[in-house]
């Protein structure tokens, strides 16, 4: 949507350097911005590429100001404001109410006059679907569910049954929720199912990324609180509980019943064991995982970043004697 | 479904204290029990929730009934048996006979007239649904694949073809099963891609969680025997053979060509390289993965609990360091 | 399709020992292999399988062909001469033209005559489907794509938008291509998100395996080169540009704004960290990742294979000690 940058910096309370009368209608990267791009600088990495961009503006740091060749929107978190305004400049694409006569809706369910259900949407009995809500191609949303105002379903997402979500959730295609959590006992004759008959609740402000699982409850619900962002290929397990504002970067694994804290941040491949407690504000480093309760703030790593692979056969030869060396080393002792 | 807690004991073999007349319709975890719920108690980490519940009964073991201010069922195994006594309170919901018209079946294929298949399925040619199979919204079903009785599919699946199921499988949304193997041969102008041929075959009883995906064979088939579960994001690579009652937690992966043998136990984000065997009652534990044969049953593990980063640092700094510190050992020696 | 080994050895410039009129019309493993069958030989561990085969022909390495009991089709890349000529016994289906009558495709998108549309496709609006492209039931691809000739979606495929394919593309079920990248920035209440808006632009002959995952680019284009092969489960994050035949196995995650090289290969449960720069010809080894980046072309490697569980807790305990080592080393020093 084209704007006028005078009426960008009113609205978000920036400072402009430049002809508030210039009007930004996409955004771009700082190198491929044309005439009519916002662009930002937020990191120092980008900033060679500053005094070359051709953006109608670039929003900055206020100190990076002097190194930009055109029209600069002030501000202490470039990002963030680019965030903001990015969402102006390219609004995600309005609701249209309706619902497509291929979209089968069972009797018992209430979806709100302002929503749209695309083709092959199927809603199960007792369902309600709020207001604003838009359900994408394929997406299926089992019985018992309560869907929030303003959600957003992309496409071929799946509610098994008893998902409550809160308003403006955005899932994208391939998330499952509320399928059965990993509960077996084991017995003479092998493997018995244990019944996966709890819900799944999740707060407001909630983003899942594709292809995540978030499992059911096994007897009582798992958790997610409001503002948490889960990245794709995520799995979270049955009683998991997530606090406000945790993220979650792809291919994260939570296990069973365990409790995170609010602010935590979860790198690519980290996760927990399951049945332990993490406090708020922890971070978890890329392939690294939590195998006990973290009760103080901070971060947490352990992995080994890859080496060419001969120094690194030599390190795990050297790993593989460490008990032979301590021998040695106390034989010197002696 | 409503039982009371005599008909509960006599059916299971167990001993009851309590009112056999008492009548319980859900199930509850000690915490969250209410006067209709049967609840268990199998964890140590949970007794000290048992004094307070408000549980109708409890199955617990003989020595933990003196602590139950309710009625008490006994069992030596609590959770195996609150499995086979839940799956009595909360039944799964019968498969109500009956194609949806929006649903697509091949001319060729048969439905046995008891199978459920509902809004958006697709069935290929060739391809056998046995009785009181129950085919959830959005699922394809591609040709020549034979589907055992009691099978449940609960929506979003995809078989591609030629896939095998026996009795009673339960498949979770987004599971694929019979997609191409990932065979690809190096040539001077690329990769060519090596047509994968054969199909998936599946025992008795499998439960494949959400999202998890398992390949055809290159040639011979995919195998997956009797009592398998396998939990939700897991690969199962083309050609490998896994043993009955094997089972594998989330985010693992198991590479071509391995063959894995009964009661194995998988923990989260755990798996093998392709090409090799290994043998019963292993259990492998999280993030580690088998490089080799295993010939011995037991727990195999190599992974490093996360901890605070500037400790982490400062091991790995050390661990770098190993080939030096060897030296300044061997110049002790001298 | 059946055809004589003569045609065969002429097609492909290969040397025949055996009667050029026998005719193969399947492919098997040397060991299941019948009368009609091609079988191959190109690694030594099935050397032994080679006495006993009663296929029709086996393709192998000349100096293996003394030990060949049937017909021999002598290639000096037995693997790669099998999958040309795999493609040619068995044919994948051929494409039949036509729009299933539960397809609903967008007013303004265009789709060539030649292409199959099957049961519940959804096509967005301005999209354009190229000649004898197959798309599978339940795939949805959303407004504003590209698609090339002869691509193959082959069911419950989700294209979100603007994702522009070459030709010869190959898509198993699941995949998700184009959903948001994940773009967060943190403010003082909680995560904001971060418009995506790039697209994905995919080169020619590109496989990408079932339940995979490509994002949009934030602001310019995700981008995947010609000839590049993705297994399953895997995780392309936003603006992540991949080079021509490079390969990953299934699990592997590439965080955002990272580039790979050419001819790279990616082992299982492997990765990288963002913003970092891959050269061509980097092979990652298992469950490793990169942190930075990678200038000279050679394997990669940081994993510990798994041990025994008592071997490994030893280690570990050593490991945490090394510490102390080196303590115990300095004082004898000194």
Chains 1, 2, 3 share one sequence.
Not at 44 to 73: C, G, M, Y
Not at 134 to 162: H, K, S
């Amino acid at each position: 949507m084209p704007i006028s940058l005078g009426e960008l910096a009113t609205r978000f309370g920036c400072e402009l350097i430049g002809d508030p009368d210039a009007v930004v209608s996409k955004v771009s990267s700082l190198q491929n911005a044309g005439p009519e791009s916002l662009s930002f600088l937020s990191s120092s990495s980008f900033k060679q590429q500053l005094p070359a961009t051709r953006a109608a503006a670039v929003i900055l740091r206020p100190e990076d100001a002097v190194d930009s060749p055109v029209a600069s929107l002030l501000s202490d978190d470039p990002y963030a404001m680019y965030a903001r305004m990015a969402a102006i400049v390219c609004p995600l694409p309005t609701v249209e109410p309706g619902i497509h006569p291929s979209a089968i809706i069972a009797d018992s369910a209430r979806v709100a006059p302002s929503a749209q259900l695309e083709p092959g949407v199927v809603v199960g009995e007792r369902t309600q679907i709020g207001e604003n809500v838009y359900v994408g191609p394929g997406t299926v949303i089992g019985p018992d569910c309560i869907i929030g105002d303003d959600c957003c379903f992309i496409a071929n997402v799946t509610l098994v049954q008893q998902v409550e979500i809160g308003a403006r959730g955005r899932f994208h295609p391939g998330v499952v929720i509320g399928a059965d959590g990993f509960g077996n006992a084991m017995t003479p004759d092998g493997w018995i199912k244990v019944p996966q008959v709890g819900g799944v609740r999740i707060g407001r402000d909630v983003e899942i990324g594709a292809n995540t699982t978030i499992d059911c409850g096994a007897i009582d619900d798992t958790v997610i609180e409001d503002g948490v962002r889960i990245d794709n290929l995520c799995m979270i397990a049955h009683n998991v509980h997530i606090g406000e504002h945790t993220a979650m970067a792809a291919i994260t694994g939570i296990s069973g019943s365990t409790t995170i804290g609010k602010r935590c941040m979860f790198s690519g491949a980290s996760g927990t064991v399951g049945h332990i407690t993490v406090c708020d504000d922890v971070i978890v480093a890329a392939k690294s995982f939590l195998t006990k309760d973290v009760t103080q703030p901070g971060t947490y790593a352990a992995s080994f970043p890859a080496q060419p692979v001969r120094t690194w056969a030599k390190q795990l030869a050297r790993f593989r004697r460490l008990g032979r060396l301590i021998e040695r080393v106390k034989k010197l002792e002696k």
